[in-house]
Structure formats: C-alpha cells, structure tokens
C-alpha cells in the first residue's frame, strides 16, 4: 500500500491519512444506517450532515430508507463533492448488519452508481467492520454473525476491509479516474 500526501502523484487508486471531508472530487462513498436519517451511528454521518446542511437532511428524507448491500447517491451540497454516495451497512436496531457477500455487492453498487452518473473521481473510508470500530458496544452475539456465520466469530480487519475496496475497484479502473482511500494510522 503506498501512501502519498498529494493525491496527484499516483494513478487510480490513492491511500491517504486524514479526514475524508478535506477530498476535492466527485463523490465520497459514505458507510450508513439503512434508516438514511439516522446520522447519530457514527462521527463521519454527523460532520456531513453539519456542512452539507439542511439540504442534504431533507433529500434523505424523501428518499428514507435503503436496504444493506444497496447504495443510494444524494447531492453533496455543501461538501467539496458534487455527490455522496450512502451504503447502508447495519439498521438502526442494530439487529442487522451487512454480510460478507452484501459488503461485496454494496461496494460494486457504489461503483456502478459511480459510473453511471459519470463520477471520475470518488473517495472511500474503510468500511467499520470490527466491534471497536462501530457504534455496537457489549453485544458478542451480534458480532457472530457479521458477516454471515453463526458459529465463529469473524471480523474483518480495516485492511482487509481496504483490500476488498481496492481489489474491487480493479474492475472499474478504465470507468473511475481515481479512487483515494483514506485510511487510519493502523495500515
């Protein structure tokens, strides 16, 4: 994995440390709650809400909900990014999160809307997919089945997370400039 501080340095996929809400493209690729209005899930879901604005609040109300291994593409509003694309990963009750094979299928979604309407330039947060990394606090059994298996305890790790973003966008280099992934201190 190489990181680089200038995005312009390297060609289609670019791996910074920092916050996502600093990317100057296209569209972020954001991780949600299946309920689209429920932005207390997560730190990331309130800073996009507080600079998009009101706006961007009464889009994801008209549209309200979307179901895990789907993705949905709002305006950005305020954002430095002309979209977002929200992927819902776990409901609000927390009784259902998204399987090793919808993180697949929402990812490549994510992409697909990407090509669609034209997005050349689209940034990426690792996908919060371990029990210190997400709001679900003191309940293993949720975490046993994560990401479809009810007898072991798999998580992923953030770079395995960052591995299937990567080795999924392979698919999509000729479609999307640039992929930029910003990653935590831990890659």
Known sequence: MKMVDDPSESANVVFLRGNILDFKGDAIICP???????IDRSELLKSISNIA?????????????????????????????????????????????????????????????????????????????KPDET????NSKKWLSWIGYQKRNIELSSKESVDIITGLFNGYKNQIEELTVYVNEDL
């Open 53 to 129: 604005g009101d706006d961007l609040l009464k889009e994801l109300c008209a549209i309200g909900y979307c179901n895990i291994g789907n993705v949905v593409i709002t305006k950005g509003y305020n954002l430095q990014v002309k979209n977002i694309i929200h992927v819902p990963y776990i409901d609000r009750s927390e009784t259902e999160v998204i399987t090793f094979t919808e993180l697949h299928e929402a990812i490549r979604n994510a992409f697909d809307l990407a090509v669609l309407y034209g997005l050349k330039k689209i940034a990426i947060v690792p996908f919060p997919l």
């Open 135 to 138: 709001p679900v606090k003191n």
């Open 32 to 38: 949600c709650c299946t309920e689209l209005t429920f």
